[in-house]
């Protein structure tokens, strides 16, 4: 296995220039346009990934995510979430590093083998970080009507949520 990481990527370079070569195809041509259009990728993604952050920082700072996990607690309760994970779940189609944040919080304050950080880590697992994702992909190739990619993905995301408190108090009892 040390062998295989140590010559995995030269052998995969080696092989991709020795078969451009075979081919009769100007590896370096090639490799400077890729890379050209992986810089302008690049460009088009920073600017909603910018306003994404931006965003992110003046809602956790704001004090709306507590406001908003202290007015869902009832509702969210029934199925068993705890309050503490309120934040996580709110923020976790947000951004995954402030969610991963709140993990790590979770994890000092409650012990990573506790209830709340056994759904916190279920929840990590089983949703996705959606407009972070949308905002990569959409807008590396110019897509600005999501259509149904939006809902679709936060009933994924709720579903994930609520089925992480579900199946961890099951599988405590």
């Known amino acids: 296995m040390k062998y295989i990481s140590v010559y995995a990527i030269p052998v995969f370079i080696v092989s991709f220039i020795v078969f451009g070569l075979i081919r009769k195809v100007n590896v370096y041509e090639c490799f400077v346009e890729g890379a050209k259009s992986g810089v302008e990728s690049m460009f088009g993604i920073i600017a909603p990934l910018v306003g994404l952050m931006v965003a992110i920082s003046m809602f956790r700072e704001s004090g709306a995510l507590e406001i908003i996990a202290k007015a869902l607690s009832p509702i969210l ?97």
């Open 77 to 173: 309760s029934y199925v068993g979430l705890p309050a503490e994970v309120l934040p996580l779940s709110i923020l976790r189609p947000i951004s995954g590093s402030a969610s991963l944040a709140l993990v790590t919080d979770i994890f000092k304050t409650y012990g990573p083998d506790s209830q709340i950080g056994k759904i916190a880590s279920v929840m990590m697992g089983s949703t996705e970080t959606t407009f972070y994702t949308i905002a990569v992909y959409f807008g590396a190739v110019g897509i600005k009507n999501t259509r149904h990619t939006i809902p679709s993905a936060l009933s994924a995301d709720l579903t994930g949520i609520i089925f992480s408190a579900l199946i961890v108090s099951l599988m405590l009892k």
